[in-house]
Each structure stands twice: as structure tokens, then as C-alpha cells.
T-cell receptor
Framework: AQSVTQLDSQVPVFEEAPVELRCNYSSSVSVYLFWYVQYPNQGLQLLLKYLSGSTLVESINGFEAEFNKSQTSFHLRKPSVHISDTAEYFC???????????FGTGTRLTIIP | NAGVTQTPKFQVLKTGQSMTLQCAQDMNHNSMYWYRQDPGMGLRLIYYSASEGTTDKGEVPNGYNVSRLNKREFSLRLESAAPSQTSVYFCASERREGRKEQYFGPGTRLTVT
């Protein structure tokens, strides 16, 4: 069965510093992987996804994530964060052929001015 | 193109009352989902509908019922609300083929007293 672990519930980071949000997954089959972002009082929006091909995927606002099959990880990184990146970030996994997504418990990213 | 809409935005119920949360999407998506979001627990799937006319239980279906009224609409009903159902509820939709991306509504914040 598919599952996702986000070990860090909160990550405080100074503005313009780099950040890494960790995500590990468990699955017995091939997977699709996603990062969603939730800004305060809003629904979730897709940030980026890995379906196949290049293991490094990027978003339009400077985030990137790398699919590492051997370590079953899909960590999210940004080299320099901004106040506007304050949000909760959810990692999600979908086994091939499964109609359902499984979400992690989320990481709240707080940017310190 | 409104995407996924949910009504109401906020609701307060007394224990034992019933209500229906409404969800509609205008993207011609086949699949629709209901999640609940609780602090520290991420998003948990309540029910989903892979296509018009079908519904299936998710991780936490007890105390809820759903109706896939047509391709656009997917409602969630609480027959006898309990304080444990205090949560934020999100509806989402997804094309079954291709992009593998779920689109979320803005959420309904429900309090049961």
C-alpha cells in the first residue's frame, strides 16, 4: 500500500536562505509523486509532479524536487525563499493504476524576515 | 471557468443535525473526491467517485454518505453530525487520463458543537 512520510511538521527559514522539505514514500509498485502547496485559508494547488522521465522536476516559482528511487524520496528544495513562500506543503503519492492519492501530514514553512 | 466550487464556506452544526456539502466542477473531469483536513493529519480521503454513477469509500468514510449527482456535482452528507466531524472539508476533481493532477475547491470549514 502506498504511504508518505513528511518528518518535519514545521520548518522556519530566514528570508533568502535555502530550504529543503523532506518527503519519503513507500510503495510496492511504480509511483507518481506530487507536491501541493496550501496558502493560508485556501485550498491546495499543485506545485510540481513527477510522472516519468527526468528525475528532477521544477515549478514556475523556483522550487524543484528530485525523485530518488533508491532512497524512496522526493524532497522539495528552493535555493532562496521569499516571504510569499509561507504556506503548508504536502507531499503525495499515487501508485500506478490506483485512483487515489495518499497525502503526507504536511510541512508548515515559515519565512523569517 | 470557475474550477471547483464548494458551498457553504462555513457552517456550524449542533450534534445530531444533518447537512449536505455541495461540490461542483466545470472542467469535465471524470473523478471527484472528498477529503477532510485536520491539524497534524494531512488530508484524508472520505469518499471518491471515479466516474459518474460510481462511488467508493476512502480512508475515513464512517458517518458520511455521498452522491454523484451527475458528472459535475458530488455532494457529501452528514446524517447525524458529531463533534469528531469538526474539520475543513475539501472537494477535488481529476481527469482520469493524462495529467494526473487534482484540482481542489476552497474548502468548507465545519464546526460541530
Amino acid at each position: 500500500a502506498q504511504s508518505v512520510t513528511q518528518l518535519d511538521s514545521q520548518v522556519p527559514v530566514f528570508e533568502e536562505a535555502p530550504v529543503e522539505l523532506r518527503c519519503n514514500y513507500s510503495s510496492s509498485v511504480s509511483v507518481y509523486l506530487f507536491w501541493y502547496v496550501q496558502y493560508p485559508n485556501q485550498g491546495l494547488q499543485l506545485l510540481l509532479k513527477y510522472l516519468s522521465g527526468s528525475t528532477l522536476v521544477e515549478s514556475i516559482n523556483g522550487f524543484e524536487a528530485e525523485f530518488n528511487k533508491s532512497q524512496t524520496s522526493f524532497h522539495l528544495r528552493k535555493p532562496s525563499v521569499h516571504i510569499s513562500d509561507t504556506a503548508e506543503y504536502f507531499c503525495a503519492v499515487n501508485d500506478f493504476g490506483n485512483e487515489k492519492l495518499t497525502f503526507g501530514t504536511g510541512t508548515r514553512l515559515t519565512i523569517i524576515p | 471557468n470557475a474550477g471547483v466550487t464548494q458551498t457553504p464556506k462555513f457552517q456550524v452544526l449542533k450534534t445530531g443535525q444533518s447537512m449536505t456539502l455541495q461540490c461542483a466542477q466545470d472542467m469535465n473531469h471524470n473523478s471527484m473526491y472528498w477529503y477532510r483536513q485536520d491539524p497534524g493529519m494531512g488530508l484524508r480521503l472520505i469518499y471518491y467517485s471515479a466516474s459518474e454513477g460510481t462511488t467508493d469509500k476512502g480512508e475515513v468514510p464512517n458517518g458520511y454518505n455521498v452522491s454523484r449527482l451527475n458528472k459535475r456535482e458530488f455532494s457529501l452528507r452528514l446524517e447525524s453530525a458529531a463533534p469528531s466531524q469538526t474539520s475543513v472539508y475539501f472537494c477535488a476533481s481529476e481527469r482520469r487520463e493524462g495529467r494526473k493532477e487534482q484540482y481542489f475547491g476552497p474548502g468548507t470549514r465545519l464546526t460541530v458543537t
